[in-house]
C-alpha cells in the first residue's frame, strides 16, 4: 500500500512537472509563441503610435493655431512722477510742476489668436513624417526578423543536440555489449586487463559525451526562454523524419532594401523641408484685450471697462536666411546623398545574398546525401570489425577505432541534416517577411 501511494505521487509530481511546461512542437509554433510573447510586438506598437502622433501633428503644424493668453494685475502702489510745463496751469513760462499721472490697481486679459496662412516649410514635414511611418513600420519586421533568425538558431542547436544525444544513447548500448564481451574474455582468460580498461574508457567517453550534450541543452532552453521573455518552461518536440525537400523556393528579401529606400525619401522630404524653411511664413494675428483702471481696488465695479482689439496679417521672412536655417538645409542634402549611395549598394548586396542563400541550400544538400553514403561505409566496417573480433581475429583496439569512426561519421551526418534543415528554415523566414 505504502509503494503504492509513493507510486501515485511520483505520477502527480511527474503529471504537475510537464503541465507547467510549454510543448511546442515546430518552428513556426514557436516564433508564433515569441511573437506573442517578446517585448518586440508592444515595442513595435508604441513606434507606430508614436510615428502616427508624428504625422498628426505635422498635419496641425501647417496652420499652427495658438492663441496667446496673458492676465495681470498691478497694484502701483508708487506712481512715477511727471514734469509738465507750469504754464499749462498758468504758471510762469519755463518752469515745470511736478504731477503724479495713472491709476493705482490696473487689471488686464488680452487673448491674441492667430494662424498660419503660408507656411511651406510646416507644409514639407507632412511627407517626411508619412514616410517615417512606413520606415518604422520596415524597421519593426526588421526587428521581427532578427529575432526569428536567433530562435531559428537556438531551436536547431537544441534540434542538433537532440538527435546527437539519441545517437550516443545508441553507442552507449554498443559501447555496453562491447564491454560485456571483452569482460568475458577477460575472464576466461583470453585477453589482458587492459584490454578492458579500454573498453570501459570507451564506454566512460561516450557517457562524458551525453553529460556534455545535457548541459548544453541546459544552456539552449534558458537562451530560448529569454528570446521568448517567459517564464514559463519550453519543451521542444521533434518529430523523428523531419522532411527534407530537393529544392527550396528563395524569393527574397528585401526589407533592408526597403528600409535604405524610405530612410532615402526620408531624407529628401527633411532636404525640402530644411530649403522651405528659408521661404516667407504668412499668418493671421489678432488681439481681444479687457482693462479695468482704478485708484480704489482691483476690479471696481464703479470703473469703466476698456476694451481694444485688432486683426491683420504678418509677413515673417529672414533676409538673408540664418546660419542654422542654411546649415541644416546643407546637412540635409549631404544626409540625402549618402542614404542615395547606400540604397545603389545595398540593391547588389540584397541580390547577391539572395543568390547566396540558394547556393548554401544546395551545398548542404550535398553534404547530406555525402555523408550518408560515407555512414553506410562506417557502418559496414564496423559490423564486420565486430564480428571479426567476437571470431578473435581482430583485436580489440582496432574494433574500438571502428566504433569511434562510426560515432564521428554519425555525428557528421547529424550535422549536416541539421544544416540543410537550418537552412531550409532561414529561407522560409526570409520569404515571410
Known amino acids: 500500500m505504502k509503494s503504492f501511494i509513493r507510486m501515485l505521487g511520483l505520477f502527480i509530481v511527474l503529471f504537475d512537472a510537464n503541465a507547467q511546461k510549454k510543448q511546442i512542437d515546430n518552428l513556426p509554433a514557436l516564433l508564433q509563441y515569441a511573437h506573442q510573447e517578446s517585448y518586440i510586438k508592444n515595442y513595435n506598437y508604441k513606434q507606430a503610435e508614436l510615428a502616427k502622433l508624428t504625422t498628426k501633428t505635422a498635419f496641425g503644424n501647417v496652420i499652427n493655431?495658438?492663441?496667446?493668453?496673458?492676465a495681470s494685475i498691478i497694484d502701483n502702489s508708487k506712481q512715477p512722477v511727471s514734469f509738465i510745463p507750469a504754464e499749462i496751469f498758468g504758471g510762469p513760462s519755463g518752469t515745470f510742476k511736478e504731477v503724479t499721472m495713472g491709476q493705482q490697481y490696473i487689471s488686464n486679459l488680452s487673448f491674441s489668436p492667430q494662424f498660419d496662412i503660408v507656411n511651406l516649410g510646416n507644409y514639407a514635414r507632412i511627407q517626411s513624417a508619412l514616410v517615417n511611418e512606413k520606415l518604422v513600420e520596415i524597421n519593426g519586421k526588421l526587428a521581427e526578423m532578427a529575432l526569428y533568425e536567433q530562435l531559428n538558431g537556438v531551436y536547431h542547436n537544441i534540434l542538433g543536440y537532440n538527435t546527437q544525444k539519441?545517437?550516443?544513447?545508441?553507442?552507449?548500448?554498443?559501447?555496453?555489449s562491447i564491454l560485456q564481451i571483452v569482460q568475458q574474455k577477460n575472464i576466461l582468460g583470453i585477453i589482458r586487463l587492459q584490454e578492458v580498461n579500454d573498453a570501459l574508457f570507451n564506454k566512460i567517453t561516450i557517457e562524458d559525451k551525453i553529460e556534455q550534450l545535457d548541459f548544453q541543452l541546459k544552456q539552449q532552453y534558458t537562451i530560448l526562454k529569454m528570446l521568448c521573455e517567459t517564464e514559463e518552461d519550453i519543451e521542444l518536440l521533434f518529430k523523428d523524419n523531419m522532411a527534407i525537400p530537393e529544392n527550396v523556393l528563395v524569393e527574397g528579401?528585401?526589407?533592408e532594401l526597403k528600409q535604405l529606400t524610405?530612410?532615402?525619401l526620408f531624407l529628401e522630404a527633411e532636404k525640402k523641408a530644411a530649403l522651405w524653411q528659408q521661404l516667407p511664413t504668412l499668418s493671421f494675428v489678432s488681439n481681444l484685450s479687457w482693462q479695468n483702471n482704478s485708484n480704489n481696488r482691483f476690479f471696481d465695479p464703479n470703473s469703466n471697462l476698456i476694451n481694444s482689439n485688432y486683426w491683420g496679417l504678418r509677413l515673417n521672412w529672414d533676409l538673408?536666411?540664418?546660419?542654422?536655417?542654411?546649415?541644416a538645409y546643407k546637412t540635409a542634402q549631404i544626409n540625402s546623398q549618402l542614404a542615395e549611395i547606400n540604397q545603389k549598394h545595398n540593391q547588389l548586396q540584397n541580390d547577391s545574398e539572395n543568390e547566396q542563400l540558394f547556393t548554401?541550400?544546395?551545398k548542404t544538400i550535398r553534404q547530406f546525401k555525402n555523408q550518408q553514403?560515407?555512414?553506410?561505409l562506417k557502418q559496414e566496417n564496423f559490423e564486420k570489425s565486430r564480428n571479426q573480433y567476437n571470431a578473435n581475429i581482430l583485436s580489440l583496439d582496432k574494433l574500438l577505432l571502428a566504433h569511434n569512426d562510426l560515432i564521428l561519421q554519425e555525428s557528421t551526418l547529424l550535422n549536416a541534416k541539421n544544416a540543410v534543415l537550418f537552412t531550409k528554415s532561414k529561407i522560409e523566414i526570409n520569404n515571410s517577411n
Open 65 to 70: 493655431p495658438r492663441i496667446p493668453t496673458t
Open 166 to 176: 539519441e545517437m550516443l544513447l545508441k553507442n552507449q548500448q554498443i559501447a555496453d
Open 253 to 255: 528579401n528585401d526589407l
Open 262 to 264: 524610405y530612410q532615402r
Open 320 to 327: 538673408p536666411t540664418n546660419v542654422n536655417k542654411l546649415s
Open 360 to 362: 548554401e541550400y544546395q
Open 373 to 376: 553514403k560515407l555512414l553506410a
